[in-house]
Nanobody, 114 residues
Framework: QVQLVESGGGLVQAGGSLRLSCAAS????????MGWYRQAPGKQRELVAA???????NYADSVKGRFSISRVNAKNTVYLQMNSLKPEDTAVYYC????????WGQGTQVTVSS
C-alpha cells in the first residue's frame, strides 16, 4: 500500500522560503517517479514539479527559478525547496507517486502572506 506523508507547510511572508518533505513507504522508492502538485481554492490541481526515478526534473513555468525538487532514495523522501514565495503560491501542496506505484499524500497547507 502506497503511503505518502507530507510535512513542512506553514505560513510565511512573501519573499520567504519553505521546504516541503514527502516520506514514502509501501513502494520501491528508487524506481518511482515523484511529483509535487498544488491546489488553490476554486482552482484545479496543477503540477508544480516532478522528478523521475533517474533524477530528471521539470517545473511549472510559474515556479521555474524559485522552486527546486530533489530526492534522497536512501531516505525514501522527496523534497520541494520553495524560495521567493509569492501570495499566489498559497495552496494545499500534495506529493504524488507515479509509474509502477501510484498514490497521493494528504496534502500540506502553504500560505504566503503579502
Amino acid at each position: 500500500q502506497v503511503q505518502l506523508v507530507e510535512s513542512g507547510g506553514g505560513l510565511v511572508q512573501a519573499g520567504g522560503s519553505l521546504r516541503l518533505s514527502c516520506a514514502a513507504s509501501g513502494i520501491i522508492f528508487s524506481i518511482t517517479d515523484m511529483g509535487w502538485y498544488r491546489q488553490a481554492p476554486g482552482k484545479q490541481r496543477e503540477l508544480v514539479a516532478a522528478i523521475t526515478s533517474r533524477g530528471s526534473t521539470n517545473y511549472a513555468d510559474s515556479v521555474k527559478g524559485r522552486f527546486s525538487i530533489s530526492r534522497v532514495n536512501a531516505k525514501n523522501t522527496v523534497y520541494l525547496q520553495m524560495n521567493s514565495l509569492k501570495p499566489e503560491d498559497t495552496a494545499v501542496y500534495y506529493c504524488a507517486a507515479d509509474g509502477v506505484y501510484r498514490g497521493w499524500g494528504q496534502g500540506t497547507q502553504v500560505t504566503v502572506s503579502s
